[in-house]
């Protein structure tokens, strides 16, 4: 089999092996892996829905690009590309770019957070709407910039799909409404980035 079936300018390596994103205001999503890189980029299927353009960051347990065996290295790359996928059992194919064009100039960061806020574990029902249809969820973390809410819908929600959500305050006894937009989505719920602030309802 050809290393570089796509005619590439850089010649891309067949290499297995289980990845975490990191996206800067969600924090870590599980399950995608990696299957061939080159100097410049890397592909890697998995269930969550990513737009094109987004940046990212994707670790690598004993990463092909170290010096030993056993290191965990972490990169921050730009997603060129998405496919749908038939005969994986992921749903998607993803192609990304490393932001650093020259691997000596890479900066290599191993294992560092890049949540912009704090995230906190939780459990709480809610309500949101979109398109004037209402829908119960779960949020399973929060924090100032947004929340993963657990959904029961069979389909994902569209990544830059914008929304209300109701959040009831058990404490004050009253409702918290905030409009949210997609970041990222899967089969088991997405990623929300809160687009104001607050108010009481």
Same mark, same amino acid.
């Given at each position: 089999?050809?290393?570089?079936?796509?005619?590439?300018?850089n010649?891309?390596?067949?290499?297995?092996?289980?990845?975490?994103?990191?996206?800067?205001?969600?924090?870590v !999503?599980?399950?995608?892996?990696?299957f061939?890189?080159?100097?410049? *980029?890397?592909?890697?299927? &998995?269930?969550?829905?990513? /737009?094109?353009?987004?940046?990212?960051y994707?670790?690598?347990?004993?990463?092909?690009?170290?010096?030993?065996?056993?290191?965990?290295?972490?990169?921050? &790359?730009?997603?060129?590309?998405?496919?749908?996928?038939?005969?994986?059992?992921?749903?998607y *194919?993803?192609?990304?770019?490393? !932001?650093? &064009?020259?691997?000596?100039?890479?900066?290599?960061?191993?294992?560092?957070?890049?949540?912009?806020?704090?995230?906190?574990?939780?459990?709480?029902?809610?309500?949101?709407?979109?398109?004037?249809?209402?829908?119960?969820?779960?949020?399973?973390?929060?924090?100032?910039?947004?929340?993963?809410?657990?959904?029961?819908?069979?389909?994902?929600?569209?990544?830059?799909?914008?929304?209300?959500?109701?959040?009831?305050?058990?404490?004050?006894?009253?409702?918290?409404?905030?409009?949210?937009?997609?970041?990222?989505?899967?089969?088991?719920?997405?990623?929300?980035?809160?687009q104001?602030? /607050?108010?009481?309802?």
């Amino acid at each position: 089999m050809s290393s570089n079936p796509e005619k590439r300018d850089n010649t891309r390596f067949d290499y297995q092996a289980p990845i975490v994103l990191e996206d800067a205001k969600f924090g870590v !999503l599980q399950g995608a892996r990696m299957f061939n890189y080159s100097d410049f *980029g890397l592909y890697f299927e &998995t269930d969550h829905f990513l /737009a094109p353009e987004t940046d990212i960051y994707v670790g690598i347990p004993n990463s092909p690009y170290a010096p030993d065996p056993d290191i965990y290295e972490r990169y921050h &790359t730009l997603i060129k590309w998405r496919k749908p996928l038939k005969k994986s059992s992921f749903y998607y *194919g993803y192609g990304v770019r490393f !932001l650093k &064009t020259d691997p000596l100039d890479r900066p290599i960061e191993r294992g560092i957070e890049s949540r912009k806020h704090p995230r906190k574990l939780c459990s709480l029902d809610v309500k949101y709407a979109i398109q004037k249809q209402i829908f119960p969820g779960e949020v399973r973390n929060i924090s100032l910039g947004g929340v993963f809410l657990r959904t029961h819908q069979n389909d994902s929600i569209d990544v830059g799909q914008r929304f209300k959500l109701a959040v009831l305050n058990r404490k004050r006894g009253n409702v918290i409404k905030r409009n949210g937009k997609v970041i990222w989505s899967n089969r088991s719920g997405f990623g929300v980035e809160f687009q104001r602030l /607050a108010r009481k309802i």
